[in-house]
């Protein structure tokens, strides 16, 4: 087979099956992700600074000057681009077989398949894997380091405030007051599940300058133990477990998810709850770019597959978990 003809057999071959797997895939993260594009200003990494207040209008009298704004920059983010690469090899001797074209045109095109499948994947698990990191009080430096180069993350294992991303002590920039985005203990019912929608509407919802926002948790989180709770809280008319034939106040209130990829022993009986597209942010480079190279010193032509992906707590007052111990 003649090398340079290897680039159009890869596209011909591996481009649509790696394409076709990678778009079958059920994705969990665009759903409830801030989902932004990697530039090329991004290929490292990125950050971006929490803003404090600045935006509410202020009361005048006629003649009065206008107050100009006084903006503040809080915390800053840290967000690392992951550069995941896979290679396949294929001698020279493989190349020069009579059924040389065939055999690579097999191979190629069952390996990009695989790859697809698996890319789209992985970037589920990680993002699983930063909610059930999330709680812990050590941290974790694996799913939490934002540092690129020239940029290193000051809270490697937690989110831009120094602490997990789900926790009791939670401070405003501005005012000092303490919030909780985390329960340990609380099991998903009906009683724990308004307690949490309270807590994110209207205990939380004020910004680091002390000032009401507007949060609207819609998406509720569980591993699939915890399917059949989550569907009778959400789809009943009325309320669960109760003799009164009160009305269900959660029906419908809420998207359901249920995610294979919270799996780990201590997610066995958490949940999680959110208001999807805000205070965790993806930035992800799509499917993976295939190149096809030749090395002469080793004789070997390479089929590679990458991928670039970051994930980034931007506001952790979206979020909200429960049931899940902080170590």
């Not at 998903?188 to 000032?211: F, I, P, V």
Request: proline share 5%; aromatic share 10%; net charge negative.
């Amino acid at each position: 087979m003649d090398i340079s003809k290897l680039p159009e057999l890869v596209d011909k071959s591996g481009y649509p099956l790696m394409m076709e797997q990678y778009e079958a895939q059920p994705l969990v993260f665009p759903r409830i992700c801030e989902t932004r594009p990697v530039s090329l200003d991004e290929a490292y990494g990125t950050k971006g600074s929490v803003i404090v207040g600045g935006g509410r209008l202020l009361e005048r009298e006629d003649g009065q000057e206008i107050e100009a704004a006084e903006m503040r920059s809080g915390p800053t983010w840290y967000c690392k681009i992951h550069q995941w690469s896979r290679r396949l090899d294929l001698p020279k001797r493989m190349l020069d077989a009579s059924d040389a074209v065939g055999r690579i045109q097999n191979l190629v095109g069952e390996y990009s398949a695989e790859v697809g499948r698996v890319a789209a994947l992985q970037k589920d698990e990680w993002v699983a894997d930063v909610l059930q990191q999330g709680t812990l009080t050590a941290g974790n430096a694996t799913y939490f380091d934002g540092s690129f180069p020239n940029n290193a993350d000051p809270n490697p294992a937690f989110i831009y405030d120094g602490l997990p991303f789900f926790d009791t002590a939670h401070t405003q920039t501005i005012g000092g007051n303490t919030f909780s985005n985390h329960d340990a203990s609380n099991a998903l019912t009906d009683a724990n599940l308004q307690t949490a929608k309270t807590r994110m509407k209207s205990t939380n919802a004020l910004d680091d300058k002390n000032e009401r926002v507007l949060i609207r948790p819609n998406t509720l989180i569980v591993p699939p133990g915890l399917e059949r709770t989550a569907k009778q809280l959400l789809g009943s008319d009325l309320e669960v477990d109760s003799a009164q034939n009160n009305i269900n106040v959660h029906r419908a209130t809420l998207d359901l998810v249920v995610w294979d990829f919270l799996d780990d022993a201590a997610s066995a009986s958490a949940w999680w709850l959110c208001e999807a597209q805000k205070g965790l942010r993806v930035y992800d480079s799509g499917a993976p770019v295939i190149e096809t190279h030749y090395d002469p010193l080793t004789k070997k032509a390479f089929v590679t597959f990458e991928v670039h992906f970051g994930v980034v707590v931007t506001n952790w007052r979206y979020w909200y978990n429960a049931n899940k111990a902080a170590s």
